[in-house]
């Protein structure tokens, strides 16, 4: 099973600041495989970028993700006040599909 | 646009049995997607449960499998899950999911469902 560490667990950030949120994974994710979901609360994940670096349809330009192998990121370049919410890195190359543990970003 | 539904009764009873069913709409179920379950401890990360493709094959998660069953009904648009033996530990909101077969660099969940909270508890 892969295991996917992200990190930090919390990201205290103002709006219009930058985030680097990072996803470790415990073995290589082949054919960067490796999703990045936006969860705010009572809702459903929203699937954000898939294949490492793709943005899904209908997200903005904002969100970037990049990495391969084992070392993953997603960056937000200017936080709107709609982007504080849970993120989760996922790897859907090999079952059991896993996600990591999530990495809140909170208004500071 | 897919749409995706969950049903099913929001309280099981301890060692009792968690059926739950998603509603495709939008898409058929009989296209090439696997159709899956993910599921959420209250205040907890996600979890991927197990999918299920249009021909009936699956991939369960091994730490359910033992406990776990997936049927699809083509007639209906609709999936089901059915979860033995149930303890408190299996209280989550439970969404199904849909992701693309066949370009596997593609193959993350593109369409949720709303979620449904089922609690296990007598």
């Known amino acids: 099973e892969i295991v996917l560490t992200q990190s930090p667990g919390t990201l205290s950030l103002s709006p219009g600041e930058r985030a680097t949120l990072s996803c470790r994974a415990s073995q290589s994710v082949n054919n960067k495989c490796l999703a990045w979901y936006q969860q705010k609360p009572g809702q459903a994940p929203r699937l954000l970028i898939y294949g490492a670096s793709s943005r899904a349809t209908g997200i903005p330009d904002r969100f970037s993700g990049s990495g391969s192998g084992t070392d993953f990121t997603l960056t937000i370049s200017r936080l709107e006040p709609e982007d504080f919410a849970v993120y989760y890195c996922q790897q859907y190359v090999t079952s059991p599909l896993t996600f990591g543990g999530g990495t809140k970003v909170e208004i500071k | 646009q897919v749409q995706l539904q969950e049903s099913g009764p929001g309280l099981v009873k301890p060692s009792g049995t968690l059926s739950l069913t998603c509603a495709v709409s939008?898409?058929?179920?009989?296209?090439?997607?696997?159709w899956n379950w993910v599921r959420q401890p209250p205040g907890k990360g996600l979890e991927w449960i197990g999918e299920i493709y249009p021909s009936g094959s699956t991939n369960y998660n091994p730490s359910l499998k033992s406990r776990l069953s997936m049927s699809v009904d083509k007639s209906k648009d609709q999936f089901s899950l059915r979860l033995t033996s149930v303890t408190a530990a299996d209280t989550a909101v439970y969404y199904c999911a849909s992701r693309i077969f066949g370009d596997i660099r593609r193959s993350a969940f593109d369409y949720w469902g709303q979620g449904i909270l089922v609690t296990v508890s007598s």
């Open positions: 939008g898409d058929s179920i009989a296209s090439s997607k696997w």
